[in-house]
T-cell receptor
Framework: KAGVTQTPRYLIKTRGQQVTLSCSPI?????VSWYQQTPGQGLQFLFE???????NKGNFPGRFSGRQFSNSRSEMNVSTLELGDSALYLC??????????????FGPGTRLTVL | QKEVEQNSGPLSVPEGAIASLNCTYS??????FFWYRQYSGKSPELIMF????GDKEDGRFTAQLNKASQYVSLLIRDSQPSDSATYLC???????????FGTGTSLTVIP
């Protein structure tokens, strides 16, 4: 079974631009969570989508948004990029989304650099 | 206040020794606890999870959970150089797949 895929793997943008990242979960998985990883803050939760609905949202500004399609693929968008948005963005796929959470499988990540 | 705290290390152990990694969490309502390993430049990969108080063993790995002390640990027996990585503790508070991660402990196993 194929793992979680993320595209693109690397991205360079300038301040003020916007960016869209894509994640395809493991086949049969309906939950997709997004995380931002930086050296100083570690892994921080952005949001989770389950069956096309945002289920949870972390403490990030409204410039960060996402969506999920009927085939469970998900995209996240960051508008008006800031230098501090430079990070590794990780997508995690889970079969379900219930009490206590479910095992998450991470994709390879998208490395975003904002100049 | 950080929800999940880990000693950042680095932790160094000789090959064949037991490595002990610790994690504390602040929310008593935490439901589930996961340990991930992350090699440099790679994404996290699941080692094991634990839901109930006590020990859970999987091969060379043992997770220990003490909800009263809000403490979860990971023991790696017979440590190998290939175990050298950053170990992340993740905690789920309630419903859904919103996990809080510690900043990780860097482990080096010396041959």
């Amino acid at each position: 079974k194929a793992g979680v895929t993320q595209t693109p793997r690397y991205l360079i943008k300038t301040r003020g631009q916007q960016v869209t990242l894509s994640c395809s979960p493991i086949s049969g998985h309906r939950s997709v969570s997004w995380y931002q990883q930086t050296p100083g803050q570690g892994l921080q939760f952005l949001f989770e989508y389950f069956s096309e609905t945002q289920r949870n949202k972390g403490n990030f500004p409204g410039r960060f948004s996402g969506r999920q399609f009927s085939n469970s693929r998900s995209e996240m968008n960051v508008s008006t990029l800031e230098l501090g948005d430079s990070a590794l963005y990780l997508c995690a796929s889970s079969r379900t989304s219930g009490r206590g959470g479910d095992t998450q499988y991470f994709g390879p990540g998208t490395r975003l650099t904002v100049l | 206040q950080k929800e999940v705290e880990q000693n950042s290390g680095p932790l160094s152990v000789p090959e064949g020794a037991i490595a002990s990694l610790n994690c504390t969490y602040s929310d008593r309502g935490s439901q589930s606890f996961f340990w991930y390993r992350q090699y440099s430049g790679k994404s996290p990969e699941l080692i094991m999870f634990i839901y109930s108080n006590g020990d859970k063993e999987d091969g060379r790995f043992t997770a220990q959970l003490n909800k009263a002390s809000q403490y979860v640990s990971l023991l790696i027996r017979d440590s190998q150089p290939s175990d050298s990585a950053t170990y992340l503790c993740a905690v789920n508070l309630d419903t859904g797949n919103q996990f809080y991660f510690g900043t990780g402990t860097s482990l080096t196993v010396i041959p």
